[in-house]
């Protein structure tokens, strides 16, 4: 039924019937929070979030079930920490951004070297997830009107993002090499991987490590993300907005919406990730009510 609603439910759909199986075996006739508590922290070795989100899944449950059964227990909220915290993301210069792309090209085959030298300049222009970009098909790619049409996006979101001319020009070269290497796709994904088909996640990070690897960036204690290109596009963005003296109020929305958040509260959590950008932002509070001290 709320699939219906339009709730996808992928990890309830997932954990409920784990639930259920729980249930039936401890011959419970209804669901406690003693209950549901000591399921959700079955798993071990996890982080308390996952508890967190094991035992959200069961509330909703439980909600439901007491429109039903009365004696259902919903269990409190709180109970486990549902926050993880944010990991510092590395944020990319733009001599690090050119080394990464540089060691694109030396991967073989060819198209396997311009699909990820595109894939990775894109998201660093453009701050898209890496999700999003490799889930383009090629009508998503308006290279004449340059932009990008991502659907079905974090939240179900769908937008459209404009990109810069160079942008749009890297991309039809790539969609040039890549119609040559690979004349009869088995996908009709934009980014395709060496033998025609869509590129895999785990396959675009497995390669992204080995290049970070090889350029010297991933150590011992140092391990950019590609996400963190994301990261750098959005740092970047606040940090020429504040030296050029924009509004920033009126602005912040629109970087929210182009970058996909819910809300503009998501985008401001970027101020917080470079000593360079909190600087800034505080010298221009500083400008505007340090007068009034």
């Known amino acids: 039924m709320r699939r219906v609603l339009g709730f996808k439910l992928k990890r309830e759909g997932l954990v409920l019937p784990?639930?259920?199986a729980y249930l039936d075996a401890a011959g419970a006739t209804t669901l406690t929070a003693e209950l549901a508590i000591a399921w959700a922290r079955?798993?071990?070795g996890v982080a308390p979030i996952n508890?967190?989100?094991?035992?959200?899944?069961a509330r909703?449950?439980?909600?439901?079930?007491?429109?039903?059964?009365?004696?259902?227990?919903?269990?409190?909220?709180?109970?486990?920490?549902?926050r993880a915290p944010r990991r510092i993301p590395h944020l990319w210069s733009q001599t690090e951004v050119s080394a990464l792309l540089e060691a694109t090209r030396q991967l073989r085959p060819p198209l396997r070297a311009a699909t990820h030298e595109a894939l990775f300049g894109l998201i660093a222009v453009s701050g898209m997830r890496i999700g999003e970009a490799i889930a383009l098909d090629?009508?998503?790619?308006?290279?004449?009107?340059?932009v990008l049409t991502i659907r079905e996006a974090k939240f179900g979101h769908s937008r459209v993002v404009p990109l810069h001319p160079s942008a749009t020009d890297a991309l039809a070269s790539y969609a040039a090499c890549r119609d040559r290497s690979c004349p009869n796709p088995r996908s009709s994904r934009f980014f395709l991987s060496s033998v025609g088909t869509a590129l895999r996640a785990e396959g675009v990070h497995l390669t992204f490590n080995q290049l970070t690897t090889a350029i010297g960036l991933r150590t011992a204690t140092a391990r950019p993300r590609v996400h963190d290109l994301r990261h750098s596009f959005a740092v970047q963005t606040l940090i020429d907005w504040h030296r050029s003296g924009v509004d920033m109020q009126g602005r912040i929305?629109?970087?929210s919406g182009?970058?996909?958040?819910?809300?503009?509260?998501?985008t401001y959590w970027y101020l917080s990730a470079s000593p360079e950008l909190m600087a800034l932002a505080a010298a221009r509070l500083d400008d505007r009510y340090g007068a009034h001290r």
């Open 138 to 146: 090629r009508d998503d790619v308006d290279l004449a009107g340059g």
């Open 258 to 266: 182009y970058l996909g958040h819910v809300n503009p509260a998501g």
């Open 18 to 20: 784990q639930l259920v």
């Open 60 to 82: 909703g449950f439980a909600t439901y079930l007491k429109t039903i059964d009365p004696s259902t227990e919903v269990p409190a909220r709180g109970v486990f920490p549902s």
């Open 51 to 57: 508890w967190a989100h094991r035992l959200g899944a």
């Open 42 to 44: 079955l798993p071990q």
């Open 253 to 255: 929305a629109v970087l």
